[in-house]
């Protein structure tokens, strides 16, 4: 990677860590301003480390020759100058190594502040320690930046997703009405009225999500009966149970031993309320959706609730690579809220052991005697 | 009348989707989740099916692949994954076509109708057919234009006569190589990308604006609808 003035560029056989996957390796058409500032950075310390060192050496040593008070030969005097030399070149390598990986570090910020969060610098394999933690400090900037990126641009595209069919219900409705397949009255026109609504919610339910990845949605926690909790969600969602035919009802171990949580009741209302209703959606007339309200099983210090369903349920395949929220999508439901309550609630949201159960696993902050 | 199958699982798309199709002519079905809608499919043979991606029970793509199990009826894929890997998944399991939501539902029923005459019009596995002004004949193995023969190899002929039995279908890549036999088994999918210049080559008469086989970018190829 080093190189004197003049003569053919040279670069290492392979690329280096950071060079993007689809950019040519050697570069063609000349080195790039970058690159080019990156092997001046190299040279120049280099440089202006061996000139320094070598004139301060040389004074050191014609002082040390004055100081034996002339007798000094002349051929050791030429010897002496040559390891003067000698030593200021080897300093100068020691320092053009360290330099390289700093200047592999300032190039790579360079790719970053283009949002190429992929870039990684090699790890120096000698050198003062400082320059192997400065890279390693880098690496682990890049890709915590890298996994950000990723979440908002998944982030978006879910959001995208999930506004594109009601979005197609009130394009559909609309064209519907102005082709004359469908009547123009007030009927319908409350109904698109509707449809606009639930863009509406969507989007309130975006700018929950956002203020929760930013850390700034605010929780009220407030000692909370579960149990009463859950009977409110199930009695409010028991006429919708009721269209759909499955039986809806609410299962504790015996209630006397929860005692209320620490929680904010609001939005565990909101996320229980969605995934009842998700589990209602999902399961076939005829079956059962339970909400269970219980300790946890083998542990005293926390307590669970259960959402179980005899529906399709999130396949067993599914869990292992996708998290909680992609699960739910997968089963071709979205809630902004289930994904607040898995950041936010601030409690363990565990997708279940088993396929068609989730769990809310809220933690006590006082142990069950 | 020809018959069509919608399964989507929100039932206002499916209506919508419904009473465009049936005010076209279409003889329509609904079904709201997968295994329904495979079990309709199997019943009452539609003559197309338009399904969503995500649906409740089984997903979509688990029908398209178990109805191209069975029969070869057109797909159109109603969905609202907009990603190119999802479109490639779609078209990977022979989807015929893919639209994505928010659609317009009078452009449904023109695509409708497109495959549907895109499939009827598609030759059965004969030894020989003429698509555009090309003259194909399979068990000779001969390509020809307004009587003048133009020389493929086995390759390219292969290649040319898959993407022309259905014109207007895309086919992806890999799709492409498994329809080309007696290519390496370990071939790379952009392998196909140099065969496809080479019959563009052959073929058109200007090879950088192609009129017979046409790219469709992120996906593969298809040849040119008359």
Redesign the interface.
């Known amino acids: 990677m080093t190189r004197w003035h003049g003569g053919p560029p040279r670069y290492d056989r392979t690329p280096p860590p950071w060079w993007p996957h689809d950019e040519p390796w050697p570069p063609r058409g000349g080195r790039s301003l970058r690159e080019h500032r990156r092997e001046r950075f190299v040279r120049r310390s280099g440089w202006y480390s061996f000139w320094p060192l070598w004139v301060l050496l040389w004074l050191a040593a014609s002082f040390g020759r004055r100081g034996f008070g002339g007798a000094f030969p002349f051929g050791r005097g030429i010897a002496l100058l040559l390891a003067c030399a000698a030593v200021a070149g080897a300093v100068a390598v020691i320092i053009r190594r360290m330099a390289g990986p700093v200047a592999d570090i300032v190039s790579a910020a360079d790719r970053i502040a283009h949002r190429d969060y992929d870039v990684r610098v090699r790890e120096p394999e000698f050198g003062p320690a400082w320059v192997g933690d400065t890279a390693r400090a880098f690496n682990a900037m890049a890709s915590e930046l890298a996994s950000q990126d990723k979440a908002r641009r998944r982030l978006m ?1 879910d959001v ?3 506004l ?2 009601p ?7 609309l ?2 009405l102005l ?1 004359g ?2 009547p123009r009255d007030d009927e319908r026109l409350q109904g698109l009225l509707e ?1 606009t609504r639930v863009l509406g919610r969507l989007v309130e339910d975006l700018r929950t999500l956002s203020t929760a990845e930013s850390g700034a949605l605010a929780l009220s926690k407030e000692p909370t009966d579960i149990v009463a909790l859950a009977h409110d969600v199930v009695s409010s969602l028991s006429a919708h149970a009721e269209s759909a035919g499955v039986a809806l009802r609410v299962e504790t171990d015996s209630p006397a031993e929860i005692p209320p949580i620490a929680i904010d009741p609001l939005r565990l209302r909101e996320v229980l309320t969605n995934l009842v209703a998700n589990a209602l ?2 399961t076939p007339r005829g079956g059962r959706v339970i909400v269970g309200v219980g300790s946890r099983e083998g542990g005293t210090n926390s307590v669970e609730v259960r959402v179980a369903d005899n ?2 349920g999130i396949s067993a395949e599914d869990l292992p690579q996708v998290d909680y929220f992609r699960a739910v999508k ?3 439901a979205f809630s902004s809220v289930e994904f607040v309550a898995r950041k936010l609630l601030a409690v363990a949201f565990d997708p279940s052991r088993r396929p068609r159960e989730v769990v809310i696993d809220l933690p006590l902050e006082h142990p069950l005697p | 009348m020809p018959t069509v199958l919608v399964v989507d699982d929100e039932p206002q798309i499916a209506t919508i989707a419904r009473d465009y199709l049936s005010r076209a002519g279409f003889s329509v079905a609904v079904a709201t989740d997968g295994t329904s809608g495979l079990e309709m499919a199997r019943e009452s043979r539609p003559d197309l099916v338009v399904l969503d991606l995500g649906l409740p029970h089984l997903d979509g793509l688990a029908v398209a692949r178990a109805l191209r199990r069975e029969s070869d009826v057109p797909i159109i894929m109603l969905t609202a994954r907009v990603d190119e890997a999802d479109r490639l998944a779609g078209f990977d399991v022979g989807a015929d076509d893919y639209i994505t939501k928010p659609f317009s539902p009078r452009e449904l029923v023109a695509r409708v109708a497109s495959v549907l005459r895109r499939s009827r019009h598609a030759p059965a596995a004969g030894a020989r057919f003429d698509v555009a002004d090309l003259s194909i004949d399979v068990a000779k193995m001969r390509v020809e234009r307004r009587g003048s023969l133009i020389d493929l190899t086995a390759t390219e002929f292969q290649l040319l006569t898959a993407l022309a039995r259905y014109p207007g279908r895309v086919f992806t890549r890999g799709q492409l190589l498994d329809a080309v036999r007696g290519m390496e088994v370990e071939s790379f999918e952009r392998a196909i990308d140099a065969h496809v210049k080479n019959v563009r080559r052959k073929l058109e008469r200007d090879p950088h604006r192609p009129r017979y086989v046409l790219t469709v970018y992120g996906i593969g190829y298809k040849f040119a609808e008359s």
């Open positions: 595209a995208a997703h999930e594109r069919t979005l197609a219900i009130v394009q559909g409705k064209e519907g082709d397949v469908y449809d959606r999902h529906g399709a997968a089963q071709g």
